[in-house]
Structure formats: structure tokens, C-alpha cells
Nanobody, 114 residues
Framework: QVQLVESGGGLVQPGGSLRLSCAAS????????MAWYRQAPGKEREFVAA????????NYAASVKGRFTISRDNAKNTVYLQMNSLKPEDTAVYYC???????WGRGTQVTVSS
């Protein structure tokens, strides 16, 4: 079964940290660049970060660069998003996807609030 399953979201105070995980089926994980997107209420879905198959090439949205880190463990078919120094404007549903947009998870809610 082809799937992406996100986890690790929750409620955190401003300045706090969260680590999101995305477990993927091997058929769609292997060889693919993976990405994280997010969608805040009333806004369009936006790109957050991407990581190449090797893990050596990463790309970030300007709004998260220096605060978020994307990584992957190819042995576990899992991609991660470490989020530090969180801000209220980071509140959104976070989605994992293949970089080509062909496969998406159902998302995990991240809420940053005091």
C-alpha cells in the first residue's frame, strides 16, 4: 500500500521545538526527494523544506531557514522535520509529500500558542 503518515504535531509555546516524522512506504520513498509543506487556516499550502535522496541537498523556505532542519533515514523510510524557535505564524497543518507532488500524507497539526 502506498502511503505517507505524518506524526509529531501538537501544541507548543512560542520559542519551543517539535520534531515531525513522516513514515513512507518503500515504493514511494526509495530514490525520491521528499518535502514538507504546510497550510495555515485561510491560506494556500506553501513549501517548507525538501531533502534529496542522499540527504546531502536540502532546500528551505525563507521563513523557516535557520530554524527548521529536514533530514531523512533511508533505512527507516522516514523523513523528519526538526522545528526550533517556533513562532505563532508557524501554526498550520504540516504535510509530507514526494517532491513531485504525486503522493501526500494526511497532515499533522502544529499549533504555536501561549
Amino acid at each position: 500500500q502506498v502511503q505517507l503518515v505524518e506524526s509529531g504535531g501538537g501544541l507548543v509555546q512560542p520559542g519551543g521545538s517539535l520534531r515531525l516524522s513522516c513514515a513512507a512506504s518503500a515504493t514511494i520513498f526509495s530514490g525520491n526527494t521528499m518535502a514538507w509543506y504546510r497550510q495555515a487556516p485561510g491560506k494556500e499550502r506553501e513549501f517548507v523544506a525538501a531533502v534529496s535522496w542522499s540527504g546531502h541537498i536540502t532546500n528551505y523556505a525563507a521563513s523557516v531557514k535557520g530554524r527548521f532542519t529536514i533530514s531523512r533515514d533511508n533505512a527507516k523510510n522516514t523523513v523528519y522535520l526538526q522545528m526550533n524557535s517556533l513562532k505563532p505564524e508557524d501554526t498550520a497543518v504540516y504535510y509530507c509529500s514526494t517532491a513531485d507532488g504525486n503522493y501526500w500524507g494526511r497532515g499533522t497539526q502544529v499549533t504555536v500558542s501561549s
